[in-house]
């Protein structure tokens, strides 16, 4: 039982480059999610998904999209990264009315 | 909306002393209670949660947090703590039936010292 699966754990970008982060479950939670982390600020919101086809906006959305088109995948783009999101980033899959979160080991991103 | 405090950045601590990281949240409906750990390059584990029911609250490594709804927080106690506690401690709400929305706070992070 792997759990949440992110891809890669780290990664180097130039300012105004594009990537992926990929993140799977294989627990068939309907809820997920992307946060990021930075000092000081615990874990931020990125975007979330209540089931497949569907997504919403977090806490800090801008620059970011994500798209479900299965329960077990949820992708999060980066369209043109800038410095500002060099981070850490995990993504969750959450239980049944967000009793237990589980969490994949993140991927530390540095945009140059 | 909910947010949450936590109220040490930074709680050093001497081995085998007790500890007590506090986290206080504000909420205008009920909620869910968590405490994560994050060990160094790592991703978040869960310590314990509240959901309902005792307020008193155990979870793994010795771990206990007390939800007190009148002072609307959830201090997490270990009496005693060793080398490996060291490590960021979060805590954590979500509106209960929110899918999992959780709202973190700032980070505690624990150095138990020799």
């Known amino acids: 039982n792997a759990g949440v699966t992110q891809t890669p754990k780290f990664q180097v970008l130039k300012t105004g480059q594009s990537m992926t982060l990929q993140c799977a479950q294989d627990?068939?939670?309907?809820?997920m999610s992307w946060y990021r982390q930075d000092p000081g600020m615990g874990l931020r919101l990125i975007h979330y998904s209540v089931g497949a086809g569907i997504t919403d906006q977090g806490e800090v959305p801008n620059g970011y999209n994500v798209s479900r088109s299965t329960t077990e995948d949820f992708p999060l783009r980066l369209l043109s990264a800038a410095p500002s999101q060099t981070s850490v980033y995990f993504c969750a899959s959450t239980s049944e009315l967000g009793t237990e979160a589980f969490f994949g080991q993140g991927t530390r991103l540095t945009v140059v | 909306a909910q947010s949450v405090t936590q109220l040490d950045s930074q709680v050093p601590v001497f081995e085998e002393a007790p500890v007590e990281l506090r986290c206080n949240y504000s909420?205008?409906?009920?909620?869910?209670l968590f405490w994560y750990v994050q060990y160094p390059n790592q991703g978040l584990q869960l310590l314990l949660k509240y959901l309902s029911g005792s307020t008193l609250v155990k979870g793994i490594n010795g771990f206990e947090a007390e939800f007190n709804k009148s002072q609307t927080s959830f201090h997490l106690r270990k009496p005693s703590v060793h080398i490996s506690d060291t490590a960021e401690y979060f805590c954590a709400v979500n509106r209960d039936g929110s899918g999992g929305k959780l709202i973190f706070g700032q980070g505690t992070e624990l150095s138990v010292k020799p």
């Open positions: 627990m068939n939670h309907e809820y």
């Open positions: 909420s205008s409906v009920s909620v869910y």
